[in-house]
């Protein structure tokens, strides 16, 4: 199974609730863990990732707290679960990184880098404010690609052509 870590989830969780909450005010580590119902010290590392990646600005002292570091529009799903999770890759061979494969001329590389494209294409479509809302009011339709132009490139490839 596919999924993004809790850690990841709860983060999100926390910058829908920011996003949702009056932009001006700030909003501190206890308020939010009893807002949304996650463990205080799990509520702060959270926050401590996310202002360490730039998505949340924090200011100290008694009216200190946590507030988005840009409008919610400007902050895509993409943002998010590369500040918590790292680089967005479905395989070593797909993050860029050089393909330690043990598997000999497995030949998947490129399906996977262009699998892992569509992934990436899709987390940057939507954004903070969408998440807030209700995403299914909105078209839902593979950004850039369709499954059909997905499925018509794979098949057009010639098995010389898929190289890792």
Do not use: F
């Amino acid at each position: 199974m596919i999924r993004v870590t809790k850690l990841t989830d709860y983060g999100i969780v926390v910058m829908t609730r920011l996003a949702k909450s009056n932009k001006q005010l700030q909003t501190t580590a206890p308020d939010l863990s009893q807002d949304i119902g996650v463990p205080l010290p799990t509520v702060r590392k959270i926050l401590k990732i996310l202002t360490m990646e730039k998505l949340l600005v924090s200011t100290r002292g008694s009216n200190g707290g946590y507030r988005l570091a840009r409008h919610p529009e400007q902050i895509s799903l993409m943002d998010m679960v590369e500040a918590l999770e790292g680089p967005v890759a479905m395989t070593e061979c797909s993050s860029g990184e050089p393909c330690e494969c043990k598997i000999d001329n497995c030949g998947l590389g490129k399906n996977w880098s262009l699998i892992n494209q569509l992934l990436q294409n899709t987390l940057e479509s939507y954004n903070l404010a969408q998440m807030a809302g209700s995403l299914a009011d909105l078209p839902h339709q593979m950004p850039n690609q369709s499954p059909n132009q997905l499925s018509t490139q794979l098949s057009t490839q010639r098995p010389t052509d898929i190289q890792t």
